[in-house]
């Protein structure tokens, strides 16, 4: 009983008790003067008027003026101003109320903070994904995307949120997965090619948020853009490359078994025309050979099975006994085969004899696909953007536009019929060159124009020392 009575006691507001007391106190003392003498009412009221105004102060400054000071500052609060700070320095009951109002926003900010902290750790995780990633409510109304999709669609983020997805990406197929999606609540993955910002294949999955609140409904869905496209390219070059090399293979393997079943029936009694046979089963023995070890040089520089030397390399020494090895068959053909390079290049750090492969498939080239009278013209000098380049180039029949962004394929060639006319090779000349230059730290560009000519140019880079030099 004794700890109820003292817990009560110091629950109760001691000052309001007291201020209430004195009220009481004046108007008992006004009814007794009335009741004494009614006369002395006029009195009585001058008498309690002072009074009454003081306690009227008192409590303007005790309770009004910091209710109007607490009403002010919650109402910014209220608008988003949690900055604000109620400050009484007084030490009674409202006081306590401004503490525990400023005690609570501040705990707001601390929780609005975190919110957006998290907010931002999310749209970072989600910004550093590869993939799209679009976020949806049961309505189909757009909640958030990443990076990714803003490219995809070339909007802000800000213009997407609460934007229906169907009227954004109006694609048939991608809209009835999405229904599919968010009226069943199940996972949906499919392969889909959309035409924003280009032709592009995405494998498209649809993941339920089942139990979430998102936008004020529940059961919204995220789609998951992952582009494919690289490696439907890849599975496309990889049949196209089995389908060529079954192909070169097939021509050197039926013409040989065709020779070989009629010198078997009888022919090779006929001894000049069994040579003839024999002869042309060499040829295309070694036809089949040269293919072979292409490929596996391609395949061996590509995987980065053989390590280049490092070696000083003078491309104008290279370059000249590169041209001294083709300039009985450009003689042959009428062909000008002329050494423009610079003197004075400094060498290079590279293998010797994987850039004289370089040079002289790029040579080779360009003398068969030059017609007679024709000149090639070999050039190098110093970059302009730093390092060492070599152009070879020609006055041939030249590539066409849709061609150049493939010439540097395996097993592609411009015109095969017009290639075999020129004795060229299976298309994998350009692609180890390729290969070779990227694996020296260079690079190899092309610019052609039918009926004109092509001109092959190899950059490579320059050792460090010499670099500080120039």
């Not at 009575?5 to 003392?29: D, Q, T």
């Amino acid at each position: 009983m004794w700890k109820l009575w003292r817990k009560l006691v110091r629950r109760v507001s001691w000052r309001v008790v007291a201020s209430y007391f004195f009220l009481v106190f004046i108007f008992f003392i006004a009814v007794r003067l009335y009741a004494v003498s009614p006369e002395n009412v006029p009195g009585a009221v001058l008498f309690s008027l002072p009074f009454a105004v003081a306690l009227a102060w008192v409590y303007y400054r005790k309770f009004q003026q910091p209710l109007e000071q607490i009403n002010a500052i919650t109402r910014q609060m209220a608008q988003g101003q949690l900055n604000k700070e109620i400050r009484i320095l007084s030490n009674d009951e409202i006081a306590e109320l401004a503490h525990n109002i400023n005690a609570l926003a501040g705990r707001l900010r601390e929780t609005i903070s975190e919110i957006t902290d998290e907010k931002n750790r999310m749209q970072a995780i989600l910004n550093s994904m590869s993939d799209g990633v679009i976020a949806v409510c049961r309505g189909g109304r757009i909640i958030t995307v990443n990076h990714v999709v803003e490219q995809i669609l070339n909007q802000r983020q800000e213009d997407l949120v609460g934007k229906d997805l169907v009227g954004v990406l109006r694609h048939y197929d991608f809209n009835r997965l999405l229904k599919i999606a968010l009226q069943s609540q199940e996972e949906i993955s499919e392969e889909i090619q959309l035409l924003v910002p280009g032709a592009r294949i995405y494998r498209v999955t649809f993941t339920p948020l089942l139990g979430s609140d998102l936008g004020g409904d529940r059961g919204g869905v995220v789609v998951v853009l992952r582009d494919v496209t690289e490696r439907h390219q890849v599975e496309q070059m990889r049949s196209e490359f089995i389908a060529n090399v079954s192909h070169e293979l097939r021509t050197p393997l039926t013409s040989i078994s065709g020779f070989l079943e009629t010198l078997l029936d009888g022919a090779v009694e006929d001894r000049e025309l069994a040579r003839h046979f024999l002869q042309i089963i060499s040829d295309e023995t070694r036809r089949i050979t040269r293919l072979l070890d292409d490929l596996f040089a391609l395949s061996n520089i590509e995987y980065r099975r053989v390590t280049p030397r490092r070696d000083q390399v003078y491309l104008v020494d290279l370059v000249e006994r590169v041209r001294e090895i083709f300039l009985p068959q450009a003689q042959e053909k009428n062909v000008r085969l002329v050494n423009n390079m610079q003197h004075d290049l400094p060498a290079v750090v590279g293998d010797s004899d994987m850039l004289t492969r370089v040079l002289i498939n790029l040579v080779d080239n360009a003398i068969k696909y030059t017609p007679e009278g024709g000149t090639v013209s070999i050039k190098g000098g110093l970059a302009d953007a730093g390092g060492v380049f070599v152009s070879v180039s020609d006055t041939g029949i030249g590539i066409p536009a849709d061609s150049l962004p493939r010439v540097f394929e395996r097993l592609y060639r411009v015109d095969r019929s017009r290639a075999r006319g020129n004795g060229s090779g299976y298309g994998l000349g350009l692609a180890i060159v390729k290969h070779i230059v990227e694996l020296h730290r260079g690079r190899i560009e092309v610019q052609s124009t039918p009926g004109v000519g092509s001109t092959f140019t190899v950059f490579l880079p320059l050792p460090e020392e010499t670099k500080q030099l120039q």
